[in-house]
């Protein structure tokens, strides 16, 4: 028997004769975790998807223990011992979480208390705090994710696919995880394991691949491998002095105040919640999750309602304003982009012009009845061009895109509407290296022309990289505010926690 478990040999995916991968050689060992790493683009999702079943090589070879195999669907690879976490989770939200575990997997007869039970102690063997009879359309993204984790542990499989696994989860979720991947290596089970954040795959990889524009460019031992010569791997060049660059010298004055949020109240996540926005500044709000942030803004951008009674009040440009639904808040210039580009973001079976015009005409009311396939076809080619969108062709589906270009996307829905005000929630979240550059480039740009800009992060070094003044909320309020020069990550953390 092969010491590798898996093997891929000149793979090779086509869409519309353009390669997502291309003669792509791969190989995963027994009882080793493997890293794939690589831009948005890079190719990586394509191939792990082929070993998973859901996607079929154009040409090429795959085997598993030695013996060559060609599944044409998740269910074979599943047969094969492969088991995929997707990066957008395959859950039915109708189901209960026991039902979604156990699914595929039901005897003739099922006993619906045996089957909360047993998926109650699996869940805790795992130190996964979820409830077996919570539906799971009512879980956040990260309760969703460990889901999704634990039915993958529960098939038994023998190599087990992790699709940014730890995006949408906490630091001490992400502690767990951690700890659950290498209980699997030590049980003997392969573990491939894709990540934007290159500290994770250095932390727990054994080994880590790079792939680049859909070509294979090194493997190598982790060991051999720093910071440094991953992204030179990934991007052709040397990032690490612009890659959340140096601790900033410099600080934007703070110019008019355009928004001013005071004793703010949503039951049960914000809380007397008060602060101001400056324009010609980044904003940054940084705090942990459940900290009320990205409620707060969503209530300013009329896409969550304050409470009716006591909820506080919302002065836009020294007048209150009241946003129940978006559409006025996106008229008076407040642009909201969304942490959840899946779900919030885009319509994914439209083109990406097609998306980006119609957040252009949702500026205007009967924006409807404006429709121009040559003016959506111009606002996109622009917008793709500015925000250097990459995909295999001018009229792609948002569906086909990776990540980070689907997150371009959404960034380009909003600003085509030209805002005075934007906020951006976790706009780097599962988003590669050189498409964070771009992201940070850009937001610095729009802080440089004057705009108002606010950016929601879980991330130190993105804040620390981008904010001229930071607010740091906590249990639904922002309870500290520093300026650049005096936010260190000790006294943000320290702020957020205690």
Known sequence: ??????????????????????????ALRRGEIHAIVGENGAGKSTLTKVMAGVVNLTSGHMAVDGAEVAPRTPLESRHLGIAMVFQENSLVPTMTVAQNLFLGQEAFYNRLRGIYIAAQQFLQSLNFDVSPTMVVGQLGAAKKQMVEIARAVLHKAKVII?????????????????????????????????????EEALLLADRITVLRDGEHVVTDDTVNFDRARIVQAMVGRDLSNTLYGKRKTTMRPAGERVLTVQNLKMAPMVKNNSLSIFAGQVTGVFGLVGAGRTETFKIVAGVLKRDFFHGGEIVLRGQPVRYLVPAPAVKAGIAYITEDRKVEGFFE????????????????????????????????????????????GGKAKVVELS???????????????????????????????GAIVEI???????????????????????????????????????????????????????????
């Open 349 to 392: 079976t439209m083109s990406i012009a097609r998306n980006i015009y119609l957040g252009l005409l949702a500026k205007f009311p009967g924006g409807r009845f404006l429709l121009s396939k040559r003016e959506a076809d111009h606002a996109g080619a622009d917008w793709i061009s500015k925000l250097n969108v990459k995909s295999i």
């Open 440 to 498: 940070h480039e850009l937001i610095n740009r729009l802080a440089d022309e004057g705009k108002a800009v606010v950016v929601i992060s879980s991330y130190l070094p993105e804040i620390m990289a981008l904010s001229d003044r930071v607010l740091v909320s906590r249990m639904g309020k922002v309870v500290e505010e520093y300026s650049a020069f005096e936010a260190t990550e000790e006294k943000l953390m320290y702020a957020a926690i205690h």
């Open 162 to 198: 992790f699709d940014e696994p730890t995006a949408t989860l906490t630091p001490e979720e992400k502690k767990y995880f951690f700890d659950l991947v290498r209980d699997l290596k030590a049980r003997g089970v392969s573990i491939i394991f894709i990540s934007h954040a290159l």
């Open 1 to 26: 028997m092969t010491d590798n478990v898996l093997e891929l040999r000149k793979a090779t995916k086509l869409y519309a004769g353009v390669p997502a991968i291309e003669d792509v050689d791969f």
């Open 403 to 433: 990540g980070g270009n689907q997150q371009k996307v959404v960034i380009a829905k909003s600003l085509v509407q030209e805002p005075d005000i934007i906020i951006f929630d976790e706009p780097t979240r599962g988003v590669d290296v």
